[in-house]
């Protein structure tokens, strides 16, 4: 038996490992568990998940909760050393750039258990962001890294990784949006909402650096107010953007815009349909600049820079950073029907997670011979 352990903590870690862990289900030779830390733990942001892509009970939560980067991390580890100690697995999955992928490898690492990482060599080059520390960290330290676009292999060997250790599979996010595209026709957010199919944007804020500052935050609520005089806009709100807006006292402002709707984070296929009958999408994310590219959804990201260059490149992305003017006129431009769909990228086909068991069980296999 191969016994893969895998972990999950925050929202956007759910999507990715849903695909891996199905795949992994048609393999008898793997024994495989899923751990999540608990760093998201809203049923919103966390159990709606489970619900919408079928995982299955985590084996293991271990409840860390919220805390400062310090805490967080080092809660997660010492929580999960002893439990790994137990389990013993043959080779841990992380997956993206969250804290919780951080954590749980650097407990992997030292105790001698191979790593895989998912999403690997994406890079920002924007050291102001906790997930580049987190991606130049976790990569540094994986044995077998999976990339999902082709630039990724270049950062990573200019960071002096081994070729050997690089494999293109594709995108698992993207995995999980093909699969359930069709089903989340069945959502009725739209009617819900009363909003009607490509006649609204969505909105969708969290980074700590649109957020955090109150002039910043501001003003983007501004360029908000400006944009909805021309479209409605639908903004689920994330828990750490909605206290800084109550902080700061803008979110009555969004409440009383009049075509502003604000909600509570949507669950997955809530959210799928309402992207995919979007106008566009203005965001700072960065797991939804690869799902509005692959839904060919104009998205316009509020950012200065962007590790996922594909999206911008052939993609429906632009990076507009988060000046209020420039939101403005950017929205005004997809408004105007000034659209840019792009092109889809290689390899996101639906078959990454496949691709990934393949090449891992491949390498365990040797490893025992
Ligand atoms: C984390 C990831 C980020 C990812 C985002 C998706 C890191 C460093 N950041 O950011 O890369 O894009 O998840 O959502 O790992 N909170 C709740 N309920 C929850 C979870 C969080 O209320 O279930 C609130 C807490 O006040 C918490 C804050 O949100 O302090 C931030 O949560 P945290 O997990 O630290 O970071 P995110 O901003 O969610």
Redesign the pocket.
Known sequence: MIKIVNIVG???NFMKIAPLLEEMKNHSEIEAFLIHTG????DK??QTFFDDLGLPKPNIYLGVG?GN?GV?TGKIMMELEPILQEIKPDLMVVVG????TLAAALVAAKLGIKIAHVEAGLRSYDWEM??EI?RVVVDRISDYLFITEKEAQDNLIKEGVDKEKIFFSGNVMIDTLLKHKERAEDSHILEELSLSSGRYGVVTL?RPSNVEDENVLGKIVDALLKVQDHIQLVFPV???TN?QLEQFGLKEKLLQSGNIKITEPLGYLEFLKLTKHAGFVLTD??GIQEETTALQVPCITMRENTERPVTSRIGSNKIIGNSPERIYEECLEVISGKVRKGMIPEQWDGKAAQRIVKVLLGKMQEKTV
């Open positions: 925050a929202r956007p760093q998201h733990y809203d942001m966390s919220s980067h967080q750039d969250v804290n919780s906790p997930e987190n969290h994330h828990p750490r206290k994310s960065g």
